[in-house]
Nanobody, 111 residues
Framework: QVQLVESGGGLVQAGGSLRLSCAAS????????FAWYRQAPGKQREWVAT???????AYVDSVKGRFIISRDNAKNAVYLQMNSLKPEETAVYYC?????WGKGTQVTVSS
């Protein structure tokens, strides 16, 4: 059974940084692709970034150059480094692997 647990969210001022983590279990981590999504209040869930098993990455245009998705196969963890955060990026951030979602971590960016 795949389990994903996000952490690292919190309150940060606009322009600040946060690093989110996603701890995965129940899968062959090194051969799995992962993605981060976010859902702001009253909005649909939005794809943010993906990392493949080979380490290739992709980002939604709005975060390119500011966010970095990475993985540590030794720790079964995926990360999302978020820099230059904007108030409109306040959302619950979710980790996804296949059809499995974590419960999310709240990120609040104050202006």
């Amino acid at each position: 059974q795949v389990q994903l647990v996000e952490s690292g969210g919190g309150l940060v001022q606009a322009g600040g940084s946060l690093r989110l983590s996603c701890a995965a279990s129940g899968i062959i981590f090194s051969s799995s692709a992962f993605a981060w999504y976010r859902q702001a209040p009253g909005k649909q869930r939005e794809w943010v970034a993906t990392i493949t098993s080979g380490g290739s990455t992709a980002y939604v245009d709005s975060v390119k150059g500011r966010f970095i998705i990475s993985r540590d196969n030794a720790k079964n963890a995926v990360y999302l480094q978020m820099n230059s955060l904007k108030p409109e990026e306040t959302a619950v951030y979710y980790c996804r692997q296949g059809s499995t979602w974590g419960k999310g971590t709240q990120v609040t960016v104050s202006s």
